[in-house]
């Protein structure tokens, strides 16, 4: 019912810089501003963790490493969540699913994004 559309990967120089998008639509039309915005990520052979996220009232939270270098933000106009991504590091590269919940939902009760890969190369 919730879609969400992610661009903005690819390649780039350790200590380089990337900003992802995710694009809402469906069944959140309407109530985006409403929803938990968030980004994770999962690297082979590691569980998917927590990157950032933004509620409602634009409060946000970070996971310690990424914490000072990326920086997450929302357009409820185009229903549109973003992470900004600045010094990258070599332990960054992995893919990064864009997520949609309600307060009431846990993240893996939400919504995901197909998750490009970013990948971090010197």
């Known amino acids: 019912q919730v879609q969400l559309v992610e661009s903005g990967g690819g390649l780039v120089q350790p200590g380089g810089s990337l900003r992802l998008s995710c694009a809402a639509s469906g069944s959140i039309r309407n109530i985006f501003s409403f929803y938990i915005m968030g980004w994770y990520r999962q690297a082979p052979g590691k569980q998917r963790e927590l990157v950032a996220s933004?509620?409602?009232?634009?409060?946000?939270n970070y996971a310690d490493s990424v914490k000072g270098r990326f920086t997450i933000s929302r357009d409820n106009l185009k229903n549109t969540v973003y992470l900004r991504m600045n010094s990258l590091k070599p332990e960054d590269p992995a893919a990064y699913y864009c997520n949609a919940r309600l307060l009431t939902a846990a993240p893996a009760g939400g919504s995901w994004g197909q998750g490009p890969q970013v990948t971090v190369f010197s």
């Open positions: 933004i509620n409602s009232g634009g409060s946000t």
